[in-house]
């Protein structure tokens, strides 16, 4: 599976962002768990949304809660993550990921690359 991240860019405050991953490869996206991961410089990588596969359950971690939502598109093999209300402290390079098994965990199989997200006061 490859998976193709796109969207990031430089924001103020309180505006919105929409990161786009497009999957491709033997697995079909609709079979696929997704996430998105997010690492600040010095911090550790975090998830902060993922959508299963299938019925398409959500996770949100507790910073983007509210903000944050993270949809799927099967026809596409594409996932999305709609980023509103930005703060300062969403900077970070922004990962895709996917797996056929893990969903809220951190042990996902598949990622793509990453895509700057900065968020100017």
């Known amino acids: 599976v490859q998976l193709q991240a796109s969207g990031g860019g430089l924001v103020q405050a309180g505006g919105s962002l929409r990161l786009s991953c497009a999957a491709s490869g033997r697995i079909f996206g609709s079979y696929l768990n997704m996430g998105w991961f997010r690492q600040a410089p010095g911090k550790e990588r975090e998830l902060i949304a993922a959508i299963s596969a299938g019925e398409g359950d959500t996770y949100y971690g507790d910073p983007v809660k509210g903000r944050f939502t993270i949809s799927r598109d099967n026809a596409k093999n594409t996932v999305y993550l709609q980023m509103n209300s930005l703060k300062p402290e969403d900077t970070a390079v922004y990962y895709c990921?996917?797996?056929?098994?893990?969903?809220?965990?951190?042990?996902?199989?598949?990622w793509g690359q990453g895509t700057q997200v900065t968020v100017s006061n």
């Open positions: 990921a996917a797996d056929t098994i893990v969903f809220t965990s951190g042990q996902y199989k598949f």
